[in-house]
């Protein structure tokens, strides 16, 4: 935004200029090229979470430009940025941390001190929401491009969802701090899948998160 040419009318900002990042869902595009986006779309949410701690939370397609000539990506649209604290992002790392090291007793503990789970949860329930985030996830888990496009996460995690809650009757609702983190993070997840990038997420975010 331009504070000099603002008014209580008129909000002046940067035009900027690039093409829509459907190009690469175009059969013609070069693997390296959908590749190399899914890098930096990933490395985008990741660096948002836990280094900024200040996120465009709308991961619509259209509010990402590839910048001509760099394919650097210009975001677009911050009406839904969040503003993360400290202690969220650490409790949000310690939850990857534990999942990348398969560690279910430090999961649990991450997931009761962020508030998916309460202390005393019933155990087949405790174990439904481990399962769905180890789900969420296994981008993380190996030190290998991950095929988006085949993964099929979302449906994936619809079907662990509805498990969870209509035969075991888990109905409590997220910490509302992680249904923003939620939407921009399944979010990128279809854009790597629709583009059919393959990105190595988990050696991204080791050193985002202290490992």
């Not at 259209?62 to 604290?85: K, M, Q, V, W």
């Not at 155990?123 to 491009?145: K, N, Q």
């Amino acid at each position: 935004m331009h504070d000099d040419l603002t008014t209580r009318r008129v909000l002046a900002m940067d035009l900027v200029e690039g093409e829509p990042i459907d190009v690469l869902a175009e059969p013609g595009a070069a693997q390296a090229r959908r590749d190399k986006v899914g890098l930096a779309l990933e490395r985008l949410v990741f660096r948002e979470l836990f280094e900024l701690r200040f996120m465009q939370t709308d991961p619509n397609f259209a509010n990402y430009l590839l910048e001509p000539g760099t394919d650097r990506i210009a975001l677009l649209d911050l009406g839904s940025a969040r503003e993360f604290e400290p202690a969220f992002s650490e409790r949000y790392a310690r939850i990857v941390r534990a999942a990348i090291q398969h560690n279910r007793p430090a999961l649990r503990a991450a997931a009761v001190a962020i508030g998916y789970l309460a202390p005393d949860e019933r155990e087949d329930r405790a174990r439904g929401v481990e399962d769905l985030i180890l789900l969420i996830t296994e981008p993380f888990h190996e030190d290998a491009p991950y095929d988006f496009a085949r993964s099929k996460i979302p449906s994936r995690t619809r079907d662990l969802g509805f498990d969870l809650a209509f035969r075991k009757g888990f109905l409590r609702p997220p910490p509302p701090e992680t249904v923003f983190l939620h939407r921009k993070l399944v979010g990128s997840f279809l854009l790597c899948a629709r583009i059919r990038a393959r990105v190595n997420v988990h050696a991204l975010v080791r050193p985002l998160i202290g490992l």
